[in-house]
């Protein structure tokens, strides 16, 4: 079982940045790839971006290359989403993820945090 935590979400002016955080609880963090999604109201849960349990593979969404940066902190059990750059577009309640196994280019997540607003202004 993993708890996860999101905080960190905001109003920001396009052109902004915001750093986004989730802290888990449960098994062991490292053992965990952790990734972010994002909704929209209506609409269906898109994929951001994803990292393996020890950090070195990453995979981000095409709309969000090079502003976005997934990194986490095994240490602190913590996944961190720094987003750059940001577009209206990018409004959306931010949603962290876990699963156990499998890799960073899958989206079979089975444990959810509460999601945390993020909304950019024009």
């Known amino acids: 079982q993993v708890q996860l935590v999101e905080s960190g979400g905001g109003l920001v002016q396009a052109g902004g940045s915001l750093r986004l955080s989730c802290a888990a609880s449960?098994?062991?963090?490292?053992?965990?790839?952790m990734g972010w999604f994002r909704q929209t109201s209506g609409k269906e849960r898109w994929f951001v971006a994803a990292i393996s349990g020890s950090g070195r593979s990453t995979n981000y969404a095409d709309s969000v290359k090079d502003r976005f940066t997934i990194a986490r902190d095994n240490a602190k059990n913590t996944v961190y989403l720094q987003m750059n750059s940001l577009k209206p577009e990018d409004t959306a309640v931010y949603y962290c993820?876990?699963?156990?196994?499998?890799?960073?280019?899958?989206?079979?997540?089975?444990?959810w945090g509460q999601g945390t607003q993020v909304t950019v202004s024009s």
């Open positions: 993820a876990a699963k156990f196994g499998g890799t960073v280019t899958t989206y079979d997540y089975r444990y």
């Open positions: 449960g098994r062991t963090f490292s053992n965990v790839v």
